[in-house]
C-alpha cells in the first residue's frame, strides 16, 4: 500500500518577505502569496487529490482553500500540524537572530534537534505531536493521492518523518508556494513506512 502525499509550503506572508522567524504566529497570506497560492491550485491541479489537509495558520489554510477549490476537495483543518512554536524568536528577523548570537543561530540551522529558541517547543516535541496524525493520514488514504499545507519549518519536519529521516537542516531563506511529491509506502504489518 502507497499513498502520494503533496507536502505544500503555502504562499508568503509578510514576515516571509520581511525575512522574519513566523512559527506559530497567525499571519494572511500577502499579495504575493495569494498569487502563489493560486499558481499551486494550478500545477496540482492535475494529481487527482482526494484530500487537502492543513495547519491553522491563515496562509496554510488559505493556500488549502485554493489547491481545495481547484481539486473539487473540502479542505480539512489540523491543529496537530501547526508549525513549529518558534517561542521568543517570532516576530524577530533572521538576521537579528544571527548577530545577536551566532554560534546558536548557527547550530540551529545546522543540528535544529540540540536548538530551541527561548520559551519554544523543540524538534522531539513537534514530531511527538504531528506523528500519530501522519500515521493517520496514511492509513485513512492508501492508495490515494493528498495534500499536506504546512509551513517551513514544519513541513521540513514531515518530511524527514516521511523519508524516515533523523537528520535535517533548516534554511536562512524559508520558500514559500511549492511542493515536492513523496511517495510513502505504508505496512499495516510493521506499522511503519518507508518512502520512494
Known sequence: MSVQVVLVRPGATSYDEQARVQGILDLPLSDR???EAIQLATD???LGLTAVYSGPSQNAVQTAAHISAKAEVRPRQLDELRNLDQGLWQGLQFEDIRRRNHKVYRQWLEDPRTVCPPQGETIEEAL???KQTLRALLKRHRDQTIA???AEPMAKLI???LQGSCRFQFEEEVRTGHFETLEVHWSLERNGHSVS
Do not use: F, S
Open 33 to 35: 502569496g495569494t498569487e
Open 44 to 46: 496540482l491541479q492535475h
Open 128 to 130: 511527538n505531536r504531528v
Open 148 to 150: 499536506i499545507v504546512v
Open 159 to 161: 518530511a524527514a518523518y
